[in-house]
């Protein structure tokens, strides 16, 4: 790269220029972009963009481009949304840079992981402090925070371990984690077996969203839909199933409230419907239960928007679960039942 040099003369689009003519190494700081793609992978932060924002703040070669910054000052001390643009567009890809307003898809994800933190160009000193005091100030930048930047430093041989301790700090980046454990898994399991949906339902949504409730029924077994050992389980939960009682994929009980859950693992087809949600409320009613609630889950978006595009069979009062997208779960309400928004 040419030794660029501070020059308060110098526009940005020239500053951008000259940079765009200089090669790209492959690493900055000793990091790759490959090491920069497998630890943002491991959260569900993996993009080209955001990989590439990430490699535009461990830029410490190329001079800082706000034109009151020290003189000894580079790129990655403080960037703003316009810099690190046009640092992953014209530099690393030759081109025009990033839109500035795609910055909530490539700056706010890695904010909230606690990868880049928020900085303020002091006009007075040319220094960065931490935070943006002003709001919607030309002065606000962004750069790496010290611990994910060791993250990315680590040796190969401590690298995972540092990871997963950088992500045990960090309620939000644990559950990241998870839910890039589950992407994967979802992604492996399209198409294949029913009862890995089933599994998922069992052993990351029910206890993250259906918390006090056991598993007392589950059908991801061939032979009898119902074995010995279940019944007892039922029976003790005070629920027997009758011939024609629609069979769930997996039954929950609250011992507390005294309440049912129903989860529906979707493959290919057997969405909690009206029918089903008519058959298991009499199941409820008939045990003496004090309300029955109700899940459908799907894999992936693309198979929730295959199935419900044709079907439309999500009932009012239920709920939607996406094992590819599993930190939230969705309430499919009608329209009668949504709040008066006030004026």
Request: hydrophobic share 40%.
């Amino acid at each position: 790269m040419p030794d660029l040099t501070y020059n308060s003369a110098m526009s940005l689009q020239d500053t951008i220029a000259q940079i765009k003519d200089s090669p790209l190494p492959d690493q900055l700081q000793g990091i790759s972009k490959e090491r920069i793609r497998a630890t943002l992978r491991v959260m569900d932060r993996e993009s080209d963009d955001m990989v590439d924002t990430v490699f535009a703040l461990l830029d410490n070669i190329t001079p800082n481009l706000f034109s009151k910054a020290r003189l000894d000052a580079k790129f990655c001390d403080g960037a703003s949304t316009q810099h690190i643009a046009a640092h992953v567009g014209t530099w690393q890809r030759g081109g025009t840079r990033l839109d500035r307003e795609g910055r909530d898809y490539w700056i706010k994800p890695l904010r909230d992981i606690g990868a880049v933190e928020p900085v303020y160009l002091q006009p007075a000193t040319g220094a960065f402090i931490l935070g943006h005091p002003v709001a919607k100030s030309p002065n606000s930048a962004y750069r790496l925070s010290t611990s994910f930047r060791d993250v990315l430093a680590a040796p190969d041989a401590e690298w995972e371990t540092r990871l997963r301790e950088w992500i045990r700090e960090d309620n939000v980046r644990a559950r990241l984690q998870r839910q890039a454990e589950l992407t994967q898994l979802a992604r492996a399991a399209v198409d294949t077996k029913h009862s890995d949906l089933i599994q998922a339902c069992r052993t990351y949504y029910a206890p993250a969203f259906l918390p006090g409730f056991q598993v007392i029924y589950i059908d991801d077994a061939d032979g009898d839909r119902v074995t010995e050992a279940q019944r007892t389980v039922l029976a003790n939960a005070g629920v027997s199933f009758l011939l024609g009682d629609a069979m769930p994929d997996l039954l929950l009980w609250n011992r507390d409230t005294d309440w049912l859950w129903v989860i529906e693992a979707v493959t290919s087809d057997g969405e909690v419907d009206l029918h089903k949600v008519h058959q298991l409320s009499e199941l409820a009613r008939r045990s003496g239960k004090q309300g029955i609630g109700f899940t459908t889950a799907y894999q992936t978006w693309k198979a929730a928007a295959s199935r419900q595009s044709r079907h439309k069979n999500l009932p009012p009062g239920t709920y939607l679960w996406i094992m590819e997208d599993p930190t939230k779960q969705f309430h499919a309400l009608d329209a009668g039942d949504l709040p008066q928004m006030k004026a």
